[in-house]
């Protein structure tokens, strides 16, 4: 038996916590600090050195040599450069140095990150500032043991250059509009309202030896090339499928790196595809949420390589098999305890609630287009509007119980009732009867009410959960405040809060869609009801700069507009960017890899034919022709496919102006890269596998 593993003692123990600081503080700093942490107020300076020389010490003593500001970029992953501990020698000897100044306070040269012109490089100047609300803590790698300290990042001139800076900023924002919420309903204890999330990881393992042959895996972290294997997912085996013990093994191991990292790991299991699996952790507030899950991506990726496995977080790393995406569980939470979004047994009675769904229902569809560009990104594109889940419109999901109470309202403009579950009956004398929920799930659904939270299904599994929680948390702020400024005058407030309810939802219930969101008629039905489907990532970031989305954000204080063009700029070069790589890897594997094999492949017919026909003259060689004339025919189209990639990507990387040039690799070069993959699959097939330059699909998912 191996060692044991203590599951509660070992749990956040490279965190330096709320039970470490307490420990470790004086009092009058402890509690200054949780007043930040707690209560949002603003960090006083001055104990800055205090909680430094703690931090230090608890680090040292844990073996770190090391500290970091650790941040999140416009890159996607976070950031990090190293100092360590060391003071200047005197006498040769060292001691070890962390100040108060080096806690609050970095200076990365910033000049090489994404900033969308909002620094000329000239203009280096960033500064990473620490972020009390999310607990420092130790990473253990082989670089040896480094303090993490999370920090936002922002220009010498105060502009956010990260994700978290407006994450912080619109918690901000749905904290004090969400209060005038609470208050008009007499809730007078409350002092703060925080988004809880809790997010759900889908990833695809493979074999690291298998992984390393597949230049376009290493490059792009998704297959470019591949023909579907005998076996897809059509069995649906997969999903929940037993845990098999080399998988087991590497999930044993990332819950023990995460548990110890302070991330609350909770669910584990098989997800649709073959290989493909799913990790979620129990909700925490959000901006924890959003840092964790950055740990927990960046675990999935470590750990996989110690296992001999490669980890993919790619949002469709294998065609023609199901994608992997983020589930962003969202609610709102006061800190007596009170879920915004929990409707109750009687939801036609909860007004409160009520208020709350409609507020919500309103900020969906009027911002639609904003929460959907926040779920874009490059390789969500496979995704979104493409050949599967979720669709690319936003809708919501209520389900049977809330949609009824909507009616009776929107009807009759009155709630009388509510649906309820009822029992369930298995037909077995010896399982018990089960009390049901009020309301099935919908797994189609984009935007899914699931009985006390949120859940927004079509973040990508690659992606960082920041910008989808600062735009949910913005627009809802945006609709509680234009509530709160009508309630708050009404004379009436039971009527006046009935007919407004009544009154939003009746004019945003378009929004509301319950049917099967994978249907046609659904994207048919939803063009009738005027909203939008925004099928692209280039299509979707024109939403960052309208009128509307910057009156939004400078309204809150959470973007202003030259951040987000800032924003929108980005995105573009990252797409630009990310096409490029994968056209250029394609043309090198065409070029180098799979053309060269398949005219090895007609060459070996050619000789077979050849040496046939000398030894037996009457012998059938149709077989042998045959395959020879296919393949050379796909090779052409290949060769020609190729050519045609090689011109549009050309022409793509001389294209100027980040819009124009995302379009150009958009409109040209992603076509030419399908018109070029769809040979090459075909060829594939025919080839002699042993002449195959790189493993199958059924290779890479079956064989883990
Ligand atoms: P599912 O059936 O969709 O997988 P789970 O109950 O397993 O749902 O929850 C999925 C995620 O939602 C988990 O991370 C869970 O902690 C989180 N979650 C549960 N309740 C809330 C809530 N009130 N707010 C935010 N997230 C929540
Ligand atoms: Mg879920």
Redesign the pocket.
């Known amino acids: 038996m191996s060692e044991v593993f203590n599951l509660a003692e070992e749990f956040g123990k490279n965190v330096f916590n709320d039970a470490v600081m307490r420990d470790r503080l004086p009092k009058s700093v402890y509690k200054k600090l949780k007043k930040t942490i707690e209560d949002g107020a603003e960090l006083d300076p001055s104990i800055a050195d205090v909680v430094a020389h703690a931090m230090k010490d608890w680090a040292i003593e844990h073996g770190a040599t090391h500290y970091t500001h650790w941040f999140q970029p416009l890159t996607g992953v976070t950031a990090e450069k190293h100092d360590s501990f060391i003071s200047a020698p005197s006498d040769g000897k060292v001691i070890m140095e962390f100040s108060g100044k080096e806690l609050i306070k970095g200076e990365p040269d910033a000049s090489s990150f994404p900033s969308g012109g909002l620094r000329a490089t000239f203009e280096a100047r960033g500064y990473t500032v620490w972020d009390c609300t999310s607990p420092a803590f130790l990473r253990e790698d082989a670089i040896g043991v480094t303090l993490c300290i999370p920090t936002s990042f922002c220009s010498y001139t105060g502009e956010a250059l990260d994700k978290k800076t407006p994450l912080l900023r619109s918690m901000q924002a749905v904290n004090e509009q969400a209060l005038r919420i609470l208050r008009l309903f007499g809730n007078t204890t409350a002092k703060r309202v925080a988004?809880?999330?809790?997010?759900?990881q889908e990833y695809f393992l493979v074999d690291r030896q298998k992984y390393l042959q597949r230049k376009d895996l290493i490059y792009t972290g998704r297959t470019l090339f591949g023909a579907m294997p005998p076996k897809g997912q059509e069995m649906e085996d997969h999903y929940f499928g037993a845990i098999r013990e080399r998988i087991g093994s590497y999930m044993n191991d990332v819950n023990k790196e995460l548990w110890k990292l302070g991330v609350?790991a909770?669910?584990q299991h098989n997800e649709v595809a073959p290989a493909q699996h799913e990790l979620?952790?129990?909700?925490e507030g959000v901006n924890q949420a959003v840092d964790h899950n950055q740990i927990v991506m960046e675990t999935l990726k470590k750990v996989a390589g110690r296992h001999g496995m490669a980890c993919l977080l790619h949002e469709k790393p294998f065609a023609g098999v199901n994608g992997s995406g983020k589930?962003n569980?969202?609610?709102l939470?006061a800190d007596d305890g009170t879920?915004l979004?929990?409707p109750g047994d009687t939801p036609h009675e909860n007004i409160q609630f009520l208020l709350v769904l409609a507020c919500i229902i309103k900020a969906v569809d009027v911002h639609a287009d904003l929460l959907r560009e926040s779920a874009a990104d490059v390789g969500n594109d496979h995704r979104l509007g493409a050949n599967e889940a979720p669709p690319a419109i936003i809708s919501i999901f209520l389900g049977e119980q809330l949609e009824d109470v909507i009616d009776q309202l929107c009807d009759t403009g009155e709630a009388t009732h509510s649906k309820t579950g009822g029992t369930l009956k298995t037909g077995v004398d010896i399982l018990p009867d089960l009390d049901k929920d009020a309301t099935d799930?919908n797994r189609t659904s984009p935007f899914a009410f699931?009985?006390?939270?949120f859940?927004f299904r079509m973040v990508g599994s690659s992606d960082s959960i920041a910008s989808p929680n600062t735009v949910l948390n913005t627009i809802v702020a945006e609709a509680f405040k234009e509530a709160a400024d009508l309630l708050e005058k009404a004379d009436d407030f039971d009527m006046a809060v009935h007919n407004l309810i009544k009154e939003m939802l009746t004019a945003h219930k378009r929004v509301v869609f319950n049917g099967n969101g994978y249907s046609d008629e659904w994207v048919e039905e939803a063009e009738r009801r005027g909203l939008p489907n925004i099928r692209s990532m280039v299509e979707a970031i024109p939403a960052l700069t309208t009128e509307k989305a910057v009156k939004l954000f400078e309204e809150f204080g959470v973007f202003t507009r030259a951040e987000l063009e800032s924003r929108a700029e980005v995105e573009y070069e990252n797409y630009a960017k990310a096409i490029n790589i994968e056209a250029r890897t394609m043309i090198d594997m065409a070029g180098k890899q799979i053309i060269p094999a398949v005219i090895k492949y007609t060459t070996q017919l050619a000789a077979s034919i050849s040496a046939v026909k000398g030894a037996c003259p009457d012998a059938d060689i149709s077989t042998q022709t045959e395959l020879l004339l296919e393949t050379s025919d796909l090779l052409t189209e290949t060769k020609t496919a190729l050519s045609k990639l090689e011109d549009e990507t050309a022409k793509a990387a001389e294209t100027t102006g980040g819009k124009s040039q995302a379009e150009a690799y958009h409109g040209n070069v992603v076509p030419a890269m399908e018109a070029l993959r769809a040979p090459v699959d075909k060829l594939e097939m025919l080839v002699d596998k042993d002449l195959w330059p790189m493993p199958s699909y059924g290779d890479l998912i079956f064989e883990v």
Do not use: D, F, L
């Open positions: 988004p809880s999330v809790g997010p759900e609350p909770k669910t979620a952790p129990i909700y589930h569980n969202w609610s939470t879920n979004m929990n799930r699931t009985g006390n939270k859940e």
